[in-house]
């Protein structure tokens, strides 16, 4: 069995909402002595409606959390911003302290929750150095050691005798990580800090921190970089409004992330009456499917994508195509299609009645994001009966086909395409 370094037991912290006091005794006096005759408080904000409702109502930032976490595992915290992550790393850390419940840590922690932990601004970056590795027990002896490989890291050598308060803010991380990293802690603690860095350094971390993870140590990891997750942690927990909603493989939490809480409008159907179009033609409904006909609206890059429109003809001998359109989160139009290039539907009468149209889109063919899809109707190849902007899809990365490449993934489309690669055996 697994040497268990960090043990977190019913752990609970709330926070209480709203202003606390006015700072001096004559205030609060004041404040009360108001409230007892059933006046308006004398030092509510102009405009401020809530205030009484909001003194005394308390936010569960963590509810009820339990996890063990062995020596020598990487685990990455993942969930909306709100869900807790940044609070548990601190109770973890010893920077605040638990409303309720234990957390016994075993071990040294070296923990990087936002930039320059731990960095006192007016010394400079060699005095931060030793300034870290001292409150880390370290001595003077043992910091020398890992001097050069820090400064090398960081790649601030030329500054590092300057004081870190006139660092630009991915130089104070690049430094902050590289104390955290090398000086040896049994336990990294890191928040989602190295989002601040550039590509470059990101993948230094990532690679700093995998190589930390392999020689026994363990990692905690809080970050919204999905592939970097995967590619770094061997176990995930994610979290929602303080609690534990899943824990267990990377991938198989992610795919619960994505799915998790409500989800962008991905069906919609019109009553007759209420539908847009006009006398001619009118929409009845706009769903995004997957493969097994579901209705949703969330996709893996691997998955196929069905865009299905029906709609109502209320005259005869109309010539009509569906179209589709989608739009990157960008708000460009990645591609436009329709059935033009089907014989038996292009000059094809319609009779009056309801037509379905489904449109497939392979997988491996859309990048990762939010798409939205704007339907149209359109007569004689050139006409534009309906067009409705109403329904949107996300698609994300599961990171299974990066082999272990965690940074942005640039362009419109992400098609998967055959390479042939030979070696001719020939030199120059």
């Not at 430094?175 to 800090?193: C, K, S």
């Not at 994610?238 to 795919?255: H, K």
Request: overall charge negative; glycine content about 10%.
């Amino acid at each position: 069995m697994s040497n268990t370094v960090i043990s977190v037991e019913n752990l609970s912290k709330t926070y209480r909402l709203g202003v606390i006091g006015t700072g001096t005794f004559f205030g609060d006096l004041n404040r009360w002595w108001a409230k007892k005759r059933g006046r308006q408080d004398p030092y509510e904000k102009i405009g401020e409606t809530d205030h009484g409702n909001r003194m005394g109502e308390t936010l569960w930032a963590l509810d009820d959390v339990s996890f063990k976490l062995p020596e020598g595992e990487a685990l990455g915290i993942i969930g909306r911003n709100g869900a807790g992550k940044s609070t548990l790393l601190k109770i973890l850390s010893r920077v605040t302290a638990p409303t309720s419940g234990a957390v016994k840590v075993k071990g040294r922690i070296a923990s990087l929750l936002e930039v320059g932990t731990g960095f006192h601004p007016e010394l400079t970056g060699r005095e931060n150095i030793y300034l870290n590795g001292a409150i880390l027990g370290m001595n003077r002896a043992e910091v020398n050691r890992k001097y050069d490989e820090i400064v090398d890291f960081s790649g601030v050598e030329k500054f590092i005798d300057t004081p870190v308060k006139r660092y630009s803010s991915g130089m104070y991380v690049r430094l902050a990580f590289a104390v955290a990293a090398h000086l040896e802690p049994e336990i990294l603690v890191v928040d989602e800090v190295l989002a601040v860095g550039d590509a470059e350094f990101q993948k230094k971390c990532l690679g700093k921190m995998s190589d930390v993870a392999s020689e026994g140590r363990t990692v905690l990891f809080v970050s919204h970089n999905m592939q970097a997750i995967v590619a770094l942690c061997s176990r995930a927990i994610l979290l929602n409004r303080g609690s534990i909603v899943m824990d267990g493989n990377p991938v198989e939490v992610l795919e619960n992330y994505i799915n998790y809480g409500p989800e962008d409008l991905s069906d919609i159907n019109w009553a007759y009456e209420d539908a847009p179009g006009s006398d001619a033609v009118r929409l009845k409904s706009l769903r995004v499917l997957k493969d097994n006909g579901e209705t949703s609206g969330n996709f893996k890059l691997s998955d196929t994508v069905k865009l299905e429109m029906e709609f109502w003809v209320m005259r005869s001998g109309l010539i009509l195509n569906p179209s589709f359109q989608i739009i990157n989160q960008l708000g460009y139009v990645l591609f436009a299609t329709t059935n033009f290039h089907y014989p038996e539907w292009n000059d094809r009468v319609y009779e009056p009645g309801l037509y379905k149209s489904v449109c497939t889109i392979p997988g491996h063919l859309l990048n990762e994001g939010k798409h939205t899809i704007s339907a149209l109707v359109i007569q004689n190849k050139s006409n534009v009966l309906i067009r409705e902007k109403r329904i949107t899809f996300n698609v994300h990365d599961d990171g299974l086909s990066r082999s272990g490449y965690t940074g942005g993934w640039i362009g419109a489309v992400r098609p998967l395409l055959d390479w042939d690669i030979e070696m001719s055996n020939q030199m120059p």
